[in-house]
């Protein structure tokens, strides 16, 4: 088991930017991907940015391509997203989630362990 835990939400105004981490714990040497999703009120939760352990190959959803960046520090057990020029439609709940498949990045359904998620609110 994988245990998470974000930080770096907040507020912050359309254009600004935040940037949020997720430390993982426990059984991390089995980690083959790491990403990070989001889910705004009523809407169902979307996958964002997520990144192969091993290669660091990276993948985004096209709204944040150009925008957000994930990286990774594997002595640390830690991922990362950079948000710049963020949107009001950014605004949503962030949760970083492991994987220990090598399942398709981008599906909900290839990760093990969630973190309970750090809040994003962008004003406009």
């Known amino acids: 088991q994988v245990q998470l835990v974000e930080s770096g939400g907040g507020l912050v105004q359309a254009g600004g930017s935040l940037r949020l981490s997720c430390a993982a714990s426990?059984?991390?040497?089995?980690?083959?991907?790491m990403g990070w999703f989001r889910q705004a009120p009523g809407k169902e939760r979307e996958f964002v940015a997520g990144?192969?352990?091993?290669?660091?190959?990276?993948y985004y959803v096209d709204s944040v391509k150009d925008r957000f960046t994930i990286s990774r520090d594997r002595a640390k057990n830690t991922v990362y997203l950079q948000m710049n020029s963020l949107k009001p439609e950014d605004t949503a709940l962030y949760y970083c989630?492991?994987?220990?498949?090598?399942?398709?990045?981008?599906?909900?359904?290839?990760?093990?362990?969630w973190g309970q998620g750090t809040q994003v609110t962008v004003s406009s």
């Open positions: 989630a492991a994987s220990t498949t090598d399942g398709n990045v981008q599906s909900s359904w290839s990760y093990d362990s």
């Open positions: 426990g059984r991390t040497f089995r980690t083959s991907a």
């Open positions: 990144i192969r352990w091993r290669t660091a190959n990276t």
